[in-house]
């Protein structure tokens, strides 16, 4: 079993690391998950701006957005972030107010 590990950056597009691990086959499936999960976490931190995927060979996969990511989402709640400047900032487009989504 192979676990590959990709990191890339969602602001710069710079792949941060992209590395295959060998994963032994008689390894227990919910340990193996279990560290997949605290590896996902542990990087993420460790690379808030950072999308950090990991996937082994038999189809699972641990994935998520960057948590600077999150936290500007949450200040666009609070209204310490326009719409317009997230997705300037993560998503190098200026769209206008007007396309911003529903809150229902």
Same mark, same amino acid.
């Given at each position: ?10 602001? #710069? /597009?710079?792949?941060? #690391? ?8 008689? %390894? ?5 998950? /279990? ?5 996902? /976490? ?35 709640? #609070? ?6 400047? %997230?997705? /300037?900032?993560?998503?190098? #487009?200026?769209?206008? %107010? ?7």
């Amino acid at each position: 079993m192979q676990l590959r590990i990709h990191v890339k950056n969602a602001l #710069t /597009k710079e792949i941060v #690391t992209d590395h295959e691990v060998v994963v032994f086959e008689d %390894y227990d499936n919910d340990l193996v998950w /279990k560290n997949m999960q605290l590896n996902h /976490k542990a990087l993420s931190e460790a690379n808030p701006d950072c999308h950090v995927n990991l996937e082994l060979d038999n189809g699972d996969f641990i994935a998520g957005m960057p948590l600077n990511m999150e936290l500007d989402q949450a200040k666009i709640d #609070t209204g310490e972030m326009s719409w317009r400047s %997230y997705m /300037k900032k993560w998503h190098n #487009t200026d769209i206008e %107010y007007s396309a911003m989504p529903s809150s229902n």
